[in-house]
């Protein structure tokens, strides 16, 4: 089968990214572990409200980025592609980067299903062996860099032995079938055409995968 990469609609190197005063330190009702998937809420640029307008996620909440938590020197951190390429971040870091008026994060954790957790290390190892990679601001497959969810679709795909785990489809930047003209300005911007139907995944299409259970939302 030959390998597909997916895609995740943000150029997060236009993101300005603020962060505020707020500290993640309320104890919530859930314990992270590592192989966690954080699914996060950003209203850092337009480009989020258009990711958030033609994609969907659980329980039709938006989401515009994910990264997966990892554990370092006892500490937990979230593997990331990021404006910076992919890179590991302080979980306190991730989070308040979408704090909301409660100053509370707009973050929400998926957990893959008991059978399917034997991947977790196998993922995080290759996540870590893809650290310093690019950010993949136009999209494209099999080109060596990555955005958010591809990043994720590529560390899954190794660890389940070169085989899809979470699957691509096709991509869309309409909304009522018509292009938002976010996404025209930004493809112009890169100088590519829009890759509207090519295959592709987005964050709120992996928090509705059956392999995994939301277990936990930071604004409860």
């Not at 390998?3 to 992270?32: D, G, P, V, W």
């Not at 590529?154 to 930047?173: S, V």
Request: one cysteine or more.
């Amino acid at each position: 089968m030959q390998k597909q990469h997916n895609f995740h609609f943000l150029s997060l190197a236009l993101i300005l990214i603020i962060t505020t005063s707020f500290s993640c330190t309320k104890k919530s009702n859930f314990k992270l572990i590592e192989g966690d998937l954080l699914f996060q809420d950003l209203d850092s640029s337009p480009l989020c409200d258009g990711i958030e307008k033609v994609t969907s996620g659980f329980n039709n909440w938006d989401f515009s980025h994910i990264g997966i938590v990892t554990i370092i020197n006892n500490q937990h951190y979230v593997l990331e592609a990021f404006s910076n390429g992919v890179d590991t971040v302080l979980l306190e870091v991730f989070l308040n980067r979408s704090i909301d008026d409660n100053k509370k994060p707009k973050v929400v954790v998926g957990r893959l299903k008991k059978k399917h957790s034997h991947l977790i290390s196998k993922a995080v190892r290759a996540g870590h062996n893809l650290l310093g990679k690019q950010y993949d601001e136009e999209f494209k497959i099999d080109n060596n860099k990555f955005y958010c969810s591809e990043l994720i679709y590529e560390i899954f795909y190794h660890a389940n032995n070169n085989q899809d785990f979470f699957y691509l489809e096709p991509m869309t930047y309409k909304f009522n079938n018509e292009t938002l003209p976010v996404w025209t300005e930004y493809f112009n911007n890169v100088n590519i055409s829009i890759p509207e139907g090519e295959p592709g995944i987005n964050p709120g299409g992996i928090s509705l995968s059956e392999k995994i259970n939301i277990i936990g939302n930071y604004q409860d």
